[in-house]
């Protein structure tokens, strides 16, 4: 047994093309997950909440991982089911993407149509994790920048489901970044604590001086603790480029995404999926871009 993950950890790391496949194909189950991730995690933080409140009300309590029937639910239980007519799924009705494609986007039980998310999920997380392998090859940052990528898939979506960035998700980055600067695979840890604290406080302090002008609250802390994320695994130099690429992407699709749905300009968009976009391009460009960007100025 030793000899075989040897002689895999060797191939990995001498053929290319072998450890892309890995890569894809491990991704494309970390994908099926993050979409459970994406879907319990808001309810089980939903009900901690609740729970909270009860505790400060001086109400009765109920167990925090059980639903209103008794059951326990978290990210492991109950087993994978028919959101619709609650039948356990069959483990190759779990299979990423290929299940999806097998039933035709139906559920395998009562027939009703499967979201096409749940398939473009995993592709996803399939396609950033092997561009990132492919870019930084069989190294630790590799490693890194993809399970990072993963984090960024699931605060993504549900920050579109719930206007939510959950502190168990972007916290743990916060200091995956600082501990990756001390284990030399980023940068200096000098480096990546001035720019997770410029990080933090870049957005913060346009939070506080919008609140101070408008009475309003422009975003979540969760988009202050986002962006430490890339300030710690890139420095402060890439701040400003994350803040201006997140900024333009984000107004011209919330436009067009307000006006396709007819709604005004005071309806709440989500940010924390530009800050993603934009970090995740950051981290694999951002060099680049810094040099296009300085280039242009001397022109």
Not at 87 to 99: D, E, F, M, R, T
Not at 212 to 233: N, P, Q, R
């Amino acid at each position: 047994m030793l000899e075989l993950f040897t002689n895999t950890l060797t191939l990995l790391q001498t053929n290319l093309a072998f450890y892309v496949a890995t890569v894809g194909l491990v991704s494309l189950c970390i994908g099926s997950f993050l979409n459970v991730v994406i879907y319990r995690l808001p309810i089980q933080l939903q009900r901690e909440w609740q729970t909270e409140c009860k505790l400060l009300l001086a109400e009765h309590l109920t167990d925090t991982n059980e639903d209103d029937n008794g059951t326990t639910f978290n990210l492991a239980f109950p087993n994978s089911h028919c959101p619709k007519c609650q039948a356990s799924l069959k483990w190759w009705h779990n299979i990423p993407l290929v299940s999806w494609l097998l039933l035709k986007g139906r559920r395998g039980f009562c027939q009703t149509s499967i979201s096409i998310r749940y398939p473009l999920i995993e592709t996803l997380t399939a396609t950033l994790s092997v561009l990132v392998a492919w870019y930084f090859g069989p190294t630790e940052k590799a490693l890194l920048y993809i399970v990072i990528s993963w984090a960024l898939i699931a605060l993504t979506f549900i920050d579109i489901d719930h206007m939510l960035l959950p502190d168990q998700i972007t916290l743990p980055l916060v200091w995956a970044a600082l501990l990756a600067s001390t284990l030399n695979i980023t940068i200096e840890p000098q480096q990546a604590i001035i720019g997770a604290a410029i990080g933090y406080l870049s957005l913060w302090s346009v939070f506080w001086l919008f609140k101070l002008l408008t009475g309003k609250e422009g975003m979540g802390y969760g988009d202050f603790k986002l962006m430490a994320v890339f300030g710690g695994l890139l420095g402060w130099e890439y701040i400003l480029q994350i803040v201006l690429l997140s900024s333009v992407v984000g107004a011209f699709i919330g436009s067009v995404q307000l006006a396709v749905q007819g709604k005004n300009t005071a309806t709440p968009i989500p940010f924390g999926p530009y800050i993603a976009a934009a970090g995740w391009i950051a981290m694999l460009f951002g060099p680049q871009i810094q040099s296009w960007y300085f280039g242009m100025l001397q022109l």
